[in-house]
């Protein structure tokens, strides 16, 4: 564990939200020792979300309706990037896979190296195992993201990412749904700053296996890069 934690002021964490009223108060929690600046974008969320978002202390952007995770991420960044002082962005998913320990290790590596984007990776250790048609699936992914823009990387679909406000200032997503995770490596790659990836842990945990999303947003990964 990162302890104790500095809190990073510089640094704002973007939490797309949609429907995660039982986990993203621990989220957050678990986030704000580290980086007191989180901003969930609740993304038309029916079942409390929002409220509980809040409380728990987060800075709260709504949509009234469910746009997708690409326009909320979008509107997070917009966010982040009209705050003063906010010189990072950090991308983290509100179902609890990401660990915070890898997002401030990411934020200080992006710090050391000068890098202005570090795309966390599942793939460059052996701490996640995603399951075996997951793995061949995301992998697919990361083919096709390879063979259609400059990035070369070794997990194309990862949400955790760390940009600094430079390269997140040229992201303009359209993709709403899923295969807005290939059009941000596209769009990142074409600002030319420099870029590295990171080893980072997912947490499959019981909840999110619950909701399906272990192979099901996989599968709904490679639809949308086939159909756009």
Same mark, same amino acid.
């Given at each position: 564990?990162?302890?104790?934690?500095?809190?990073?002021?510089?640094?704002?964490?973007?939490?797309?939200?949609?429907?995660?009223?039982?986990?993203?108060?621990?989220?957050?929690?678990?986030?704000?020792?580290?980086?007191?600046?989180?901003?969930?974008?609740? #993304? =038309?969320?029916?079942?409390?979300?929002?409220? *509980? +978002?809040?409380? /728990?202390? %987060?800075?709260?952007?709504?949509?009234? $309706?469910?746009?997708?995770?690409?326009?909320?991420?979008?509107?997070?960044?917009?966010?982040?990037?009209?705050?003063?002082?906010?010189?990072?962005?950090?991308?983290?998913?509100? #179902? =609890?896979?990401?660990?915070?320990?890898?997002? *401030? +290790?990411?934020? /200080?590596? %992006?710090?050391?190296?000068?890098?202005? $984007?570090?795309?966390?990776?599942?793939?460059?250790?052996?701490?996640?195992?995603?399951?075996?048609?997951?793995?061949?699936?995301?992998?697919?992914?990361?083919?096709?993201?390879?063979?259609?823009?400059?990035?070369?990387?070794?997990?194309?679909?990862?949400?955790?990412?760390?940009?600094?406000?430079?390269?997140?200032?040229?992201?303009?997503?359209?993709?709403?749904?899923?295969?807005?995770?290939?059009?941000?490596?596209?769009?990142?790659?074409?600002?030319?700053?420099?870029?590295?990836?990171?080893?980072?842990?997912?947490?499959?945990?019981?909840?999110?296996?619950?909701?399906?999303?272990?192979?099901?947003?996989?599968?709904?990964?490679?639809?949308?890069?086939?159909?756009?």
């Amino acid at each position: 564990m990162t302890n104790p934690a500095t809190p990073d002021p510089h640094t704002w964490v973007v939490v797309p939200l949609y429907n995660e009223a039982t986990v993203i108060a621990g989220v957050i929690e678990g986030v704000l020792p580290h980086f007191p600046n989180i901003v969930c974008i609740d #993304d =038309g969320s029916t079942d409390g979300s929002l409220e *509980v +978002a809040r409380r /728990a202390g %987060a800075h709260i952007v709504e949509h009234p $309706i469910n746009l997708g995770q690409g326009a909320a991420l979008q509107t997070g960044i917009e966010y982040a990037l009209a705050q003063p002082g906010c010189e990072y962005i950090v991308t983290f998913d509100a #179902d =609890g896979q990401h660990r915070i320990d890898d997002a *401030v +290790a990411m934020v /200080a590596a %992006a710090r050391a190296s000068g890098a202005a $984007i570090v795309f966390g990776s599942r793939f460059l250790d052996d701490r996640t195992n995603p399951g075996w048609m997951k793995r061949v699936i995301l992998k697919t992914a990361v083919w096709v993201t390879n063979m259609t823009t400059s990035v070369k990387l070794t997990d194309a679909h990862n949400g955790l990412r760390v940009i600094r406000a430079d390269a997140a200032s040229r992201l303009q997503l359209k993709q709403d749904r899923m295969a807005h995770a290939t059009e941000i490596v596209l769009q990142l790659g074409e600002t030319g700053l420099p870029w590295i990836e990171h080893p980072v842990e997912l947490l499959y945990t019981d909840y999110s296996k619950s909701k399906g999303q272990s192979v099901l947003n996989s599968v709904n990964i490679l639809v949308d890069l086939l159909v756009r």
